[in-house]
């Protein structure tokens, strides 16, 4: 499966503030949920769970979706993020007008926003890529509260996959496993010839990006490039999980993407179609705006002040700061 944008895609229609209800008080119950005392939900969460709710598909709303999570009702959450989640942490999106990586080309030297992942255009010049490489070097940035609020429902057991599309590495920063997640679009832990195919660690390759060298091969001297998905070029094979994940998963969170570029984009309408998604985002996006379903939560605006209400609704404030303290303090401790 090849990767490929689609810059023209606009979104057709807009829908948002309608997706949200305030819990009408019809709510179903759900009984003893793990000794504790019973839970009341609302009559969107009831037909999820079958007990008490209208048949039909009853609008959810952020704080449904948090009753969901933290109830247990959903323990095979899937996540699909983009550029957007890393923003807080300092690295520009692609396609944000003014701050987006693709507004501001000139200090690439690019003729045109998707060029600094071409294959053609590498070869023919390979520092526009190489120079977006040295800004990512790991240990530039840190995970934010997002990441950490994917770490932590990993934590509770509840992440059955994190697919990103960041080439960041900070899902991997933020303690995730890598048998959580599926770097869609690659990453620097590797990099091969584009010519003989040799591959080589990516330390191999960092000194001379740090340097501001092209990496060569040592055999054939052709360039090093590393396993980043280009235009054109094939997903990593880990990828295909997506075949066994969407079709099981119970939620589908997806979290600062423009949902521009496939097959990524597609998979948001991999998920069964009576399965909650939650799209967090600064705007409206792809198959969600023109493509609604009955079970879509939309929360737009500032990611972090989204996933920080997501966070308390959850009732998750307290163990949020003191991960974020853990694993604050270990970056720190490391750099020492
Ligand atoms: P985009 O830049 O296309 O989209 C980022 C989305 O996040 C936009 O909708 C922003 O509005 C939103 N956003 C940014 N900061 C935010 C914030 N603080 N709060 C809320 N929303 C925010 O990035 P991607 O969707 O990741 O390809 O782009 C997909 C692919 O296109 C990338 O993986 C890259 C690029 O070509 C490769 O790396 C191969
Ligand atoms: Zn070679």
Redesign the pocket.
């Known amino acids: 499966m090849a990767?490929w944008?689609r810059p023209a895609v606009r979104a057709l229609r807009l829908w948002g503030p309608g997706a949200h209800v305030i819990c009408d008080g019809k709510g179903g119950h759900l009984g003893n949920v793990g000794g504790r005392r019973p839970i009341a939900f609302s009559a969107g969460v009831s037909g999820i769970l079958g007990n008490g709710g209208s048949s039909k598909k009853e609008k959810l709303s952020l704080q449904d979706i948090a009753e969901l999570i933290r109830a247990r009702a959903c323990q095979r959450v899937v996540v699909m993020?983009?550029?957007?989640?890393?923003?807080?942490s300092g690295i520009?999106?692609?396609?944000?007008p003014g701050?987006?990586?693709?507004s501001n080309l000139q200090q690439y030297d690019i003729p045109y926003?998707?060029a600094?992942?071409e294959l053609s255009f590498f070869l023919y010049n390979p520092k526009p890529f190489l120079s977006l490489a040295k800004k990512l070097y790991p240990g530039n940035h840190r995970p934010n509260v997002t990441h950490y609020f994917l770490r932590l429902l990993h934590d509770k057991g509840q992440l059955l996959r994190l697919y990103t599309?960041?080439?960041d590495g900070l899902e991997r920063a933020s303690g995730i496993p890598a048998s959580k997640l599926v770097e869609?679009?690659?990453s620097f832990a590797s990099a091969t010839c584009t010519v003989c195919r040799r591959t080589a660690p990516g330390e191999n390759f960092w000194a001379d990006v740090l340097g501001d060298r092209v990496p060569y091969c040592p055999v054939c001297g052709g360039i090093m490039k590393p396993d980043?998905?280009?235009?054109g070029e094939s997903l990593p094979e880990r990828f295909l999980l997506h075949v066994v994940d969407f079709p099981m998963t119970d939620l589908l969170l997806i979290?600062?993407?423009?949902?521009?570029?496939e097959p990524?984009?597609s998979l948001s309408e991999a998920v069964r179609s009576s399965v909650p998604r939650l799209l967090?985002?600064?705007?409206m996006?792809g198959p969600l705006a023109w493509r609604p379903r009955s079970r879509d939560v939309v929360q737009?605006?500032?990611?972090?002040?989204?996933v920080e209400r997501l966070v308390e609704l959850l009732g998750w404030t307290e163990e949020m700061k003191d991960l974020v303290q853990q694993e604050t303090g270990k970056v720190t401790g490391c750099d020492k």
């Open positions: 990767l944008g993020v983009g550029a957007g989640i890393s923003t807080p520009p999106d692609f396609r944000s701050s987006g990586r693709y926003p998707e600094i992942f599309q960041n080439i869609a679009h690659g980043i998905v280009f235009f979290l600062g993407t423009s949902l521009q570029v990524f984009a967090m985002n600064r705007d996006v737009l605006g500032d990611l972090v002040h989204s």
